[in-house]
T-cell receptor, first 111, second 113 residues
Framework: DAKTTQPNSMESNEEEPVHLPCNHS???????IHWYRQLPSQGPEYVIH???SNVNNRMASLAIAEDRKSSTLILHRATLRDAAVYYC????????????FGKGTRLHILP | EADIYQTPRYLVIGTGKKITLECSQT?????MYWYQQDPGMELHLIHY???????EKGDLSSESTVSRIRTEHFPLTLESARPSHTSQYLC????????????FGSGTQLSVL
């Protein structure tokens, strides 16, 4: 199964943009890229997903490299409430849909 | 937004007891999942279901069992709890359509003494 690689942790200042990278060099053509985040003491919540084109929603933007071997989650203006663990996962429901989470990136926001 | 509920939120129990962690969703989702997570660690998939009467083992071996008799209900049972079962258990669901997002419950924090 295709895997993702993310930095263990990142820091950012409040009210600045944050770029969270994810490498998925073995991604297949039918894998979607999903991002979730987990706030302290809560279950994960969906952030965004995409296949090839960049995606925007009210929470974030997803920039996908042209070769699809990497992607970047962009938080345009970080707040203290964005401090969480961010997970990048690949999902292909054409295969057995075991949704596997990696270790994610722990994002620290500095006031 | 998410209509998926887990009970109890916290459970402290003695070794050898039988326990059932409840998970219910009111969204009519066919797919449901159980994950186990230790503090500061990654989530591990232990069980999943594609629909009624469908259950599969996840990537992490678990002594727990699950059942899916009704679409909305996906309980997890430990026949004889041990301290090694102490962990957070998270339930999730999604629609059967391709790549539908997961909705997670708030989790059950289990402590076995």
């Amino acid at each position: 199964d295709a895997k993702t690689t993310q930095p263990n942790s990142m820091e950012s200042n409040e009210e600045e943009p944050v770029h969270l990278p994810c490498n998925h060099s073995t991604i297949s053509g039918t894998d979607y890229i999903h991002w979730y985040r987990q706030l302290p003491s809560q279950g994960p919540e969906y952030v965004i997903h995409g296949l090839t084109s960049n995606v925007n929603n009210r929470m974030a933007s997803l920039a996908i490299a042209e070769d699809r071997k990497s992607s970047t989650l962009i938080l345009h203006r970080a707040t203290l409430r964005d401090a969480a663990v961010y997970y990048c996962i690949l999902r292909d429901t054409n295969r057995d849909d075991k949704i596997i989470f990696g270790k994610g990136t722990r994002l620290h926001i500095l006031p | 937004e998410a209509d998926i509920y887990q009970t109890p939120r916290y459970l402290v129990i003695g070794t050898g007891k039988k326990i059932t962690l409840e998970c219910s969703q009111t969204m009519g989702h066919d797919k449901m999942y159980w994950y186990q997570q230790d503090p500061g660690m990654e989530l591990h998939l232990i069980h999943y279901s594609y629909g009624v009467n469908s259950t599969e083992k996840g990537d992490l071996s678990s002594e727990s069992t699950v059942s899916r008799i009704r679409t909305e209900h996906f309980p997890l049972t430990l026949e004889s709890a041990r301290p090694s079962h102490t962990s957070q258990y998270l339930c999730a669901s999604s629609e059967a359509m391709d790549n539908e997002k997961l909705f997670f419950g708030s989790g059950t924090q289990l402590s076995v003494l």
